[in-house]
């Protein structure tokens, strides 16, 4: 059945229509942006501006463009990925008031970790 054919049909029902529907990967290709040096991006004219962006798994992804609390500016900056889990965890418990021997003996004992239990990546395989 064609898109006039459909439309066609739907004439008497008010408030029904007939829009196009393009496919995730077709809306993908058509707003993703650059990446740019200086991470600022112009999502003018744009309903759904996305850009590439590394994931804690270690995969390429495509994440929108915090764009939700800008509304009229235009321009956003890009923002920085997450850190790992557990990139900090020594630093933390530093500034706590653990000493180097106690941080030591934690991760000795598997009670502490600095990067994630299960795998290198943010997710396992």
Not at 56 to 77: A, C, D, E, F, Q
Not at 94 to 119: F, K, N, P, T
Request: hydrophobic letters at 40%; zero cysteines; charged letters at 20%.
């Amino acid at each position: 059945m064609t898109r006039a054919a459909i439309s066609e049909a739907l004439d008497g029902i008010p408030g029904a229509s007939v829009v196009s529907v393009a496919t995730l990967e077709t809306v993908r290709r058509a707003q993703t942006l650059p990446v740019l040096a200086d991470e600022i991006y112009d999502i003018q004219d744009r309903s759904a501006p996305m850009v590439e962006a590394s994931h804690p798994s270690g995969y390429p992804t495509t994440l929108p463009i915090p764009s939700w609390s800008r509304w009229g500016t235009g321009t956003v900056r890009r923002l920085t990925p997450a850190p790992m889990p557990g990139t900090h965890t020594l630093e933390v418990l530093g500034a706590l008031g653990y000493d180097s021997a106690r941080l030591q003996a934690l991760l000795d004992a598997s009670v502490i970790r600095e990067r994630w239990a299960v795998h290198q990546h943010y997710f396992p395989l």
